[in-house]
């Protein structure tokens, strides 16, 4: 456990401290038991990974630090946003490529999905995230990051962790899409082109992914540039609710998900823009639609 | 970078009378044998191969039938040895890493020295040479792929000037690869070397505490300096040309390796240690330059799919072997 590692590092920490440790590492078992329905060991059990000696995969994926960030995703999940899921049977085994809409400031929407797999989905898979590169230069982050599984967006990764078989999460909007305003949300951005060659290089079906109830989580009214390149950030949002006690929270609202079914996508992956933007275009069509659709049965947006 | 090599055959009036050929079984000419790992690859071809060694130390304990020749390569006399014939296969260990020397003296000899050894082999007509380069020259940075492939960008010059030698050493192994096709070279890129050695890698893991960067804590791989050994001896044999990233047991992050060792780690956070190593450093206090502390922040890891499919590698040494490697006989 690594509750208990971390006492155990402290080597000369009471011994009161240590009791407390292993009390916690109980509760989260029984917490993350309740939610899962089993217990986190069985169902990571089935989950396909390879393991090596030190209990890490060659990516630095470590399973007992996941099960700390397991609960608190999933209490989020079940609890804090409620999430409706819809049409997880969808994602086929083996290689997988996830591309979802990109809302919410932060990625929550992310956390979510992956949540979704571990927990909904049958079997449950492992989803990795493509992270920037800045973010694996910073301390703590990197490592952190890198024990839960996400790796670093670079062609070689991913195309090792689709040879392995694993479930790839892609946001083709980027920053563009997760810092929208509050007068666009929903409407989705430019999607870049890169996933799509992947996609077509290594032969992997693509789920198309709607997340409604992200872009009401935290309310941004605009985006000051001028500042934001003034700090070198992509965006600088202005968002009114941080200002009110208790508002730096996201807001409590239903998150719904839906998977739609797989999209297989042939020809040459070092073909001209033109011709990859016409099969993005295809996916983001798909995408949009079921947003849309989504919003239209909403009947609210916290319940 | 200085290409100021042409290979040009022999002049007519030096011209040998016989072109070596390439038996694997003829003798070896080593650089840099009295090192640990050269040592250790002399004992292991003494008995099958006719070894003659060259390095400006002295060579200890020397096995009768190797003959050595005390001669700096970048000096004249190195003719002498390759004239005195019988030499199928030049392996180059003489790769200077020495980081307290000083950039001039680094460059003098990785550069200008390696670039006469590549002249003699031209001219000699040697058709076998086997280049230890490292893994170092791709460079640990947050971009890396997990497992980089021989076709990598070489970028460990980028942040880490000291390394542009050993980079340029390659690149001049590469460029002749392809200007001297007679002569089969073979470029090999080992990870971390752990063993008797006295590296940068070896002597961390030797530290007590390890120093390690607060908040960091990458996967790494090392090797055996005995699997290393048997490497070169795979690479010696007839047929076998080309680039090989050489990597040992399965990756493992750093703490692990710390643990295994039984060591206590202290985390230092990286703007102090980047401070107080440029500080020792320039006070000559300590043998590792502040950029190493990239290596114990990032990922530098190679895939040797190659090595294992056409050179026939696997490590021998298991993890706990190569770990241990590091106490045993300090010396």
């Known amino acids: ?303 | 970078m200085t290409d100021s090599g042409t290979f040009r055959s022999s002049p007519p009036r030096a011209r040998m009378a016989s072109v070596p050929v390439l038996s694997g079984t003829g003798g070896v000419l080593v650089t840099g044998i009295c090192g640990r790992l050269g040592k250790q690859l002399a004992r292991a071809l003494h008995r099958d191969r006719h070894v003659v060694g060259v390095d400006r130390r002295p060579f200890h304990d020397m096995p009768k039938d190797i003959t050595h020749a005390q001669v700096d390569i970048r000096r004249k006399k190195l003719k002498d040895v390759f004239r005195a014939g019988d030499i199928e296969a030049v392996v180059h260990l003489g790769v200077m890493h020495d980081p307290r020397a000083s950039a001039a003296e680094h460059h003098s000899w990785n550069v200008a020295g390696f670039t006469k050894l590549l002249e003699y082999v031209s001219q000699f007509r040697i058709p076998k040479l086997v280049v230890l380069s490292s893994a170092n020259v791709y460079g640990p940075q947050p971009s890396n792929p997990q497992f980089l492939t021989e076709e990598a960008p070489l970028l460990g010059g980028q942040n880490f000037s000291d390394i542009r030698d050993l980079v340029e050493v390659d690149m001049l192994a590469q460029s002749f690869f392809w200007k001297l096709p007679e002569t089969e070279t073979v470029i090999l890129r080992p990870v971390h070397i752990l063993g008797s050695v006295h590296n940068a890698p070896s002597n961390f893991l030797r530290l007590d505490p390890v120093v390690t960067v607060m908040g960091f804590d990458p996967m790494v791989q090392v090797v055996h300096q005995t699997d290393v050994v048997h490497a070169i001896e795979l690479a010696l044999r007839p047929g076998i040309r080309g680039i090989f990233n050489v990597a040992g047991p399965e990756p493992v992050p750093l703490s692990r390796y710390i643990k295994m060792l039984g060591r206590q780690k202290i985390g230092v956070p990286y703007s102090l240690a980047r401070l107080v190593m440029r500080r020792m450093w320039s006070l000559r206090l300590t043998t590792f330059p502040a950029p190493e502390l990239d290596h114990i922040r990032y990922v530098c890891m190679v895939d040797d799919s190659r090595a294992r499919q056409v050179l026939g590698f696997a490590p021998k040494m298991s993890l706990e072997e190569t770990v241990q490697s590091v106490d045993e006989g300090r010396w």
Request: hydrophobic share 45%; charged share 20%.
């Open chain 1, 1 to 303: 456990m690594a509750l208990a590692r971390l006492g155990a590092s402290a080597r000369h920490a009471p011994a009161i401290v240590k009791r407390l440790a292993g009390v916690a590492d109980d509760a989260a078992d029984e917490a993350l038991e309740s939610l899962l329905g089993e217990s986190f060991a069985s169902r990571m059990a089935k989950v396909p990974l390879t393991l090596g000696p030190s209990g890490v995969d060659a990516f630095g994926l470590d399973p007992e630090w996941t099960k700390y960030v397991v609960l608190t995703v999933a209490t989020l999940h079940r609890k804090y946003f409620r999430t409706e899921i819809h049409g997880i049977e969808n994602i086929p085994t083996g290689k997988v490529l996830l591309v979802a809409n990109h809302s919410g400031q932060i990625p929550i929407d992310g956390a979510l999905i992956a949540a979704s797999l571990l927990m909904d989905a049958n079997p449950p898979r492992f989803v990795r995230a493509m992270v920037e590169k800045w973010a694996l230069s910073l301390p703590f982050v990197s490592l952190f990051f890198t024990r839960v599984g996400q790796v670093v967006g670079v062609p070689e990764n991913a195309q090792r962790l689709l040879a392995q078989g694993e479930v790839l999460l892609v946001f083709p909007e980027g920053t563009r899409g997760i810092a929208k305003t509050f007068d666009q949300r929903y409407k989705l951005t430019e999607f870049g082109l890169g996933f799509m060659r992947l996609a077509m290089e290594t032969g992997t079906p693509i789920v198309p992914v709607a997340v409604v109830g992200g872009e009401e989580q935290y309310i941004s009214v605009a985006n000051v540039e001028a500042v934001a390149k003034l700090l070198r950030a992509p965006v600088f949002p202005i968002i009114p609710q941080l200002f009110l006690p208790g508002g730096q929270l996201p807001l409590p609202t239903k998150y719904r998900l839906w998977f739609g079914e797989p999209m297989r996508f042939s020809g040459d992956p070092d073909d001209d823009d033109a011709v990859i933007e016409e099969k993005v275009w295809l996916v983001r069509q798909t995408i949009q639609a079921m947003v849309n659709r989504g919003l239209k049965e909403r009947k609210h947006i916290f319940w």
